[in-house]
């Protein structure tokens, strides 16, 4: 059973920096494309940072430069570290993953098949 399970969202001030932490369990992480999104109340999730099987990465433009996405194999852990946070990165984030050859890295929420529960980021001005 796929199983993600995010950690590592706080609260923090702006200019602060956290990690956020995603255990996969159920298979390895090696050659499956995985992302962090972000949602808020009432809008739709959006795709932050994403890196496919061979550790290519894309970053969300308003994120570039400031969150770095990436992956441990061996531990089976998707990290989003995140610096310089501003108020409007408060949102929820997830962990996902796309099924085992569905493809590279993506923006797109329906291109994930499993997903963990969320862990909250608030940055305070």
């Known amino acids: 059973q796929v199983q993600l399970v995010e950690s590592g969202g706080r609260s923090v001030q702006t200019g602060g920096s956290l990690t956020l932490s995603c255990l996969v369990s159920?298979?390895?992480?090696?050659?499956?494309?995985m992302a962090w999104f972000r949602q808020v109340p009432g809008k739709e999730r959006d795709g932050v940072a994403t890196?496919?099987?061979?550790?290519?990465?894309r970053t969300l433009v308003s994120v570039e430069g400031r969150f770095t996405i990436s992956k441990d194999n061996a531990k089976n852990i998707l990290y989003l570290q995140m610096n310089s946070l501003k108020p409007e990165d408060t949102a929820m984030y997830y962990c996902?993953?796309?099924?085992?050859?569905?493809?590279?890295?993506?923006?797109?929420?329906?291109?994930?098949?499993?997903w963990g529960q969320g862990t909250q980021v608030t940055v305070s001005i």
């Open positions: 159920g298979y390895t992480t090696t050659n499956y494309a």
């Open positions: 890196i496919g099987g061979t550790g290519l990465t």
């Open positions: 996902a993953s796309r099924s085992p050859g569905a493809g590279g890295f993506s923006f797109r929420e329906g291109d994930y098949t499993y």
